[in-house]
């Protein structure tokens, strides 16, 4: 404990093969201590992806302005400086409505509203909601709930984690591809299966992709591809339910994003 209490959060306490009182103990504490290394590592590490990812857009904005300032331009030439800089500042907004939005799905106190979940009416709800967008990009998008499958769940936030999933595979997939989303039972309870025919996900990275703000090189100067808070986001909501979100290869080239409905964590 003395390292530990130094700052050495890498350090786990013994666990025996008795199982008993203490080893439990020891147990909990070990995850206890999980949770607050990933939590610190985060804090180090937003500093530096929020000054990243903001000096593009806020560089842009003071340079817009200054031109504003500066140039005795037309009206139209004005108005259209001006809407450029709404547009910068609805992205930064944007960002830190997410953070916050994070932040407060890990407050667990959001656990008061959990209750039981038809999980096929969810992926209808996502389904109706994401459907027009796929369309719109000519990507075959369909779900399956071969069987009537329930949770022990908070409804809207089930929807909001597989609808970021969903957001997401849309961003990914070719135009003329293909999306699913499925329902399936395994012996310890019910999993959803976002799948898509996009490059994938290297597994290298698939850690990654669930910190705030990670995007990979490829898509770190594209508008497309959003804020990197996403996946953070569909993650702290399966953490809050205390499922697991598994990142997978799909069956003929994609990726195949999971969350395992079961919890583990002895909280529910």
């Given at each position: 404990m003395?390292p530990i209490?130094?700052?050495?959060?890498?350090?786990?306490?013994?666990v025996?093969?008795?199982?008993?009182e203490v080893d439990?103990l020891?147990?909990?504490v070990n995850?206890?201590?999980?949770?607050?290394?990933?939590l610190?590592?985060?804090v180090?590490?937003v500093g530096?992806?929020?000054?990243h990812?903001?000096?593009?857009p806020?560089?842009?904005?003071?340079?817009q302005?200054h031109?504003?300032?500066?140039?005795?331009d037309?009206?139209?030439?004005?108005?259209?400086l001006?809407?450029?800089?709404?547009?910068?500042v609805?992205?930064?907004?944007g960002?830190?409505?997410?953070l916050?939005r994070i932040?407060e799905?890990?407050?667990?106190r959001?656990r008061?509203?959990?209750g039981?979940?038809?999980?096929g009416?969810?992926l209808r709800?996502?389904?109706?909601?994401y459907a027009?967008?796929?369309?719109d990009r000519?990507?075959?998008?369909?779900?399956?709930?071969?069987?009537c499958?329930r949770?022990h769940?908070?409804p809207?936030?089930?929807?909001e984690?597989?609808?970021n999933l969903v957001?997401?595979?849309?961003?990914?997939?070719?135009?003329?591809?293909?999306?699913s989303v499925?329902?399936?039972?395994?012996?310890?309870g019910?999993?959803?299966?976002v799948?898509?025919?996009?490059?994938?996900?290297?597994?290298?990275?698939?850690e990654?992709?669930l910190?705030?703000f990670y995007?990979n090189?490829?898509g770190?100067d594209s508008?497309?591809q959003?804020?990197?808070l996403?996946?953070?986001?569909?993650?702290a909501i399966?953490?809050?339910?205390?499922?697991?979100?598994?990142i997978?290869d799909n069956l003929?080239?994609?990726?195949c994003?999971?969350?395992?409905?079961?919890?583990?964590t002895?909280?529910?």
């Amino acid at each position: 404990m003395e390292p530990i209490a130094r700052g050495d959060l890498g350090r786990r306490l013994p666990v025996s093969r008795r199982g008993d009182e203490v080893d439990t103990l020891a147990g909990m504490v070990n995850r206890m201590l999980g949770e607050i290394e990933r939590l610190l590592g985060e804090v180090k590490s937003v500093g530096d992806s929020i000054a990243h990812d903001l000096r593009t857009p806020l560089t842009r904005l003071r340079a817009q302005l200054h031109r504003l300032q500066q140039k005795g331009d037309s009206c139209e030439d004005r108005a259209a400086l001006v809407d450029r800089c709404v547009v910068d500042v609805d992205a930064l907004l944007g960002r830190f409505r997410a953070l916050l939005r994070i932040s407060e799905l890990e407050d667990l106190r959001r656990r008061a509203g959990f209750g039981e979940v038809d999980l096929g009416e969810t992926l209808r709800q996502v389904h109706e909601l994401y459907a027009p967008l796929a369309e719109d990009r000519g990507i075959t998008f369909r779900i399956e709930t071969p069987r009537c499958a329930r949770v022990h769940a908070d409804p809207n936030l089930l929807v909001e984690a597989i609808s970021n999933l969903v957001a997401n595979a849309i961003k990914f997939a070719p135009a003329g591809g293909r999306i699913s989303v499925r329902t399936r039972m395994e012996e310890r309870g019910a999993c959803v299966d976002v799948c898509d025919n996009g490059p994938g996900i290297p597994v290298d990275e698939r850690e990654l992709v669930l910190q705030r703000f990670y995007r990979n090189e490829r898509g770190r100067d594209s508008p497309e591809q959003g804020h990197g808070l996403g996946l953070t986001i569909a993650s702290a909501i399966v953490r809050l339910h205390g499922f697991r979100l598994r990142i997978g290869d799909n069956l003929g080239g994609g990726a195949c994003v999971g969350i395992e409905c079961w919890d583990d964590t002895g909280q529910g």
